[in-house]
């Protein structure tokens, strides 16, 4: 039985079963896609970078009732409020620490006023250290940027919400 198995190994078998594999995929169409020139698509539902959503006269739709933060399972939503003279709720302080989310997408379903989304934005990265927490401020500009963006995603979505 050794002898057998060294003669086999002599005759570099497994070598050339690699090789024919290897030589079968070398001809057939490639599935590499070259990032970032090339992008894959992205579903509607596609859950990236945070954002604020404001209502149309500018005003913003946070009314601060805390619902993302009590459902966020990473604990990564940290919100304080105050009243406003004219009785409402907002929010002071709205902060997303990004390494703590796992984008689970809850915050933006317990919200009852579409107040905040997960965009499609996944090219995001943090050049310096403490930059990983989102402000209120920060949130609001990325809503204001993409807002002709979420509301289209919002419209294509809604027959599944």
Do not use: W
């Amino acid at each position: 039985m050794k002898i057998f198995n060294y003669l086999k190994s002599l005759t570099l078998k497994e070598l050339l079963k690699g090789m024919t594999v290897t030589g079968k995929y070398f001809f057939k169409r490639k599935f590499t896609i070259r990032y970032p020139e090339e992008k894959t698509p992205k579903s509607d539902r596609f859950r990236g970078l945070h954002a604020l959503r404001r209502y149309e006269n500018g005003e913003e739709r946070c009314i601060a009732c805390k619902l993302c933060e009590a459902v966020c399972p990473a604990l990564a939503i940290t919100i304080d409020s105050e009243q406003r003279e004219d009785g409402s709720r907002r929010t002071t302080k709205y902060e997303i620490d990004l390494f703590k989310c796992i984008y689970c997408g809850f915050c933006e379903e317990s919200c009852p006023v579409d107040s905040i989304v997960l965009t499609d934005i996944h090219e995001f990265h943090f050049e310096s250290e403490g930059k990983n927490v989102l402000n209120k401020a920060q949130l609001l500009e990325i809503g204001d940027m993409r807002e002709k963006e979420i509301a289209e995603c919002r419209t294509n979505d809604a027959e599944y919400r």
